[in-house]
């Protein structure tokens, strides 16, 4: 609810909107993370922070690989 007041998004701002975002995570999103983590093939990547820090951030666990 807070990104709301700051992001100009208005669907941010929608606690409905937000509640089905978890919803939607819980049910698709969190059991693909864990078949990658039990396969050693999953980074966390923070997703807070200015989109330079987040782009830094998922390049720090890129590149080594590629």
């Known amino acids: ?3 709301g007041k ?11 909107v937000i ?4 919803a939607v995570y819980l049910a ?3 059991p693909v993370a ?3 983590q039990k396969a050693g ?3 966390a ?5 200015t989109v330079d820090e ?7 666990k890129i590149d080594p690989v590629i």
């Open 54 to 60: 987040i782009f830094q951030s998922l390049c720090s």
């Open 6 to 16: 700051t992001s100009g998004r208005t669907d941010d701002s929608d606690e409905a």
């Open 45 to 49: 990547i923070p997703g807070e922070g």
């Open 1 to 3: 609810m807070n990104r």
């Open 34 to 36: 864990a078949h990658y």
């Open 19 to 22: 509640r089905k975002r978890f």
């Open 28 to 30: 698709e999103t969190s």
């Open 41 to 43: 093939k999953f980074q």
